[in-house]
T-cell receptor, first 116, second 109 residues
């Protein structure tokens, strides 16, 4: 089946620096990718929807200047956490879709970000 | 997208069928019902989805009521590896997936 891969799986960065997480669809072209954040013992929270070739759509309360999303190709979307702070430490998960509402959405393995 | 409600937690004996309910009383006609599960510290795993008809695959069966206001995910022979949080999601034409709190299923030996 379709596979979505994220990299890195774990990253530790210093407070104030920026970190980039990649999300790749390995065997299909994803017109839409989604980025989620999950805090311990909580559900996944949708951060933004990333459409290839256009600006991402952010959910209410998510700072677009802090969480930069780029979807430059049909197989790659990136999330950059800028000027990271300890409260940005979380599990970040991407997913990818072929687009139509009846199609399956596949999720990546997730990326653990720890800001120290 | 329609909001879904699920019980917070459930237990199931190993080898028995696990029946996980989901209410989606405000679902609209073009919204699919999707089920995913998440094992600790991993990305969600797709299980099954459907619109109106019952569906079955190698992992599970999905039973959708005729009025589509609720559904049940059935794991026919639960194993210890099925212990996870199960999410029921109604997905419309907006394409986004909004996760609820899910059901934490514990399979007991």
């Amino acid at each position: 089946g379709a596979v979505v891969s994220q990299h890195p799986s774990r990253v530790i960065c210093k407070s104030g620096t920026s970190v980039k997480i990649e999300c790749r669809s390995l065997d299909f072209q994803a017109t839409t990718m989604f980025w989620y954040r999950q805090f311990p013992k909580q559900s996944l929270m949708l951060m933004a929807t990333s459409n290839e070739g256009s600006k991402a759509t952010y959910e209410q309360g998510v700072e677009k200047d802090k969480f930069l999303i780029n979807h430059a190709s049909l197989t790659l979307s990136t999330l950059t956490v800028t000027s990271a702070h300890p409260e940005d430490s979380s599990f970040y998960i991407c997913s990818a879709s072929l687009g139509a509402s009846g199609n399956t959405i596949y999720f990546g393995e997730g990326s653990w970000l720890t800001v120290v | 997208d329609a909001k879904t409600t699920q019980p917070t937690s459930m237990d199931c004996a190993e080898g028995r069928a696990a029946n996980l309910p989901c209410n989606h009383s405000t679902i609209s006609g073009n919204e699919y019902v999707y089920w995913y599960r998440q094992i600790h510290s991993q990305g969600p795993q797709y299980i099954i989805h459907g619109l109106k008809n019952n569906e079955t695959n190698e992992m599970a069966s999905l039973i959708i009521t005729e009025d589509r206001k609720s559904s049940t995910l059935i794991l026919p022979h639960a194993t210890l590896r099925d212990t996870a949080v199960y999410y029921c999601i109604a997905r419309g034409t907006g394409n986004q997936f909004y996760f609820g709190t899910g059901t934490s299923l514990t399979v007991i030996p």
